[in-house]
């Protein structure tokens, strides 16, 4: 199953990074929900004797829940990976907000290089290739979210101008009631005429 083979090379890797003197002794008998919101995939990460276990579906009570879009969970990984600020508009993180930053450092302290630790899986050319098309691919993603906000912000400038303000239909309000009281005004005017008449 994927989740297994993902907890395995998960473990590899942290197994690989040892001499980092990375703890998550700390972090023991603790769950992190991991949702992937734009598609409802749900997974959760056990930590039980050093080893993290990936597990599909929903945990039954986590300790920390972390979700967002594939976009979201690129962006906190870069943004921790390169030891800069949390981007805004990142993952949103729920729960217990001390084992939230029990993780958060965790992933600070692991010295990530992917394509250098995915070759000593699977390969250096593998590696190589497998980077240089996730770097295509992101980039491709960046682009077409970057669009698609221009385009959200051209249809609501376009829509607003469609929409009547607040203080526009106040008034136009205003002139029907006063269009309203002038006509029975005149109403009034051409019945006393008839009458007199």
Do not use: C, W
């Not at 979201?72 to 949390?86: A, D, H, I, V």
């Amino acid at each position: 199953m994927f989740t297994n083979s993902l907890s395995t090379h998960i473990n590899k890797i942290l197994g690989l990074d040892r001499g980092e003197n990375i703890e998550i002794l700390e972090l023991n008998g603790r769950v992190v929900q991991v949702v992937l919101t734009q598609i409802d995939l749900k997974f959760h990460i056990a930590i039980d004797n050093n080893q993290f276990s990936i597990k599909h579906g929903q945990a039954s009570d986590p300790d920390v829940t972390v979700s967002g879009t594939a976009l979201n969970y690129l962006t906190f990984f870069e943004s921790k990976f390169r030891r800069q600020p949390l981007a805004a508009g990142s993952v949103q993180i729920s729960g217990d907000l001390g084992v939230a930053k029990q993780v958060e450092n965790l992933i600070e302290k692991i010295d990530f290089d992917g394509e250098e630790l995915l070759s000593k899986i699977v390969g250096d050319a593998s590696a190589h290739v497998v980077f240089y098309n996730l770097g295509i691919i992101r980039n491709k993603l960046l682009a077409t979210v970057g669009k698609a906000k221009f385009d959200l912000i051209d249809y609501i400038q376009y829509e607003k101008g469609l929409v009547p303000s607040s203080g526009d239909f106040k008034n136009f309000v205003d002139q029907m009631s006063s269009l309203s009281k002038r006509l029975e005004s005149v109403e009034h005017q051409m019945k006393t005429i008839e009458k007199t008449g």
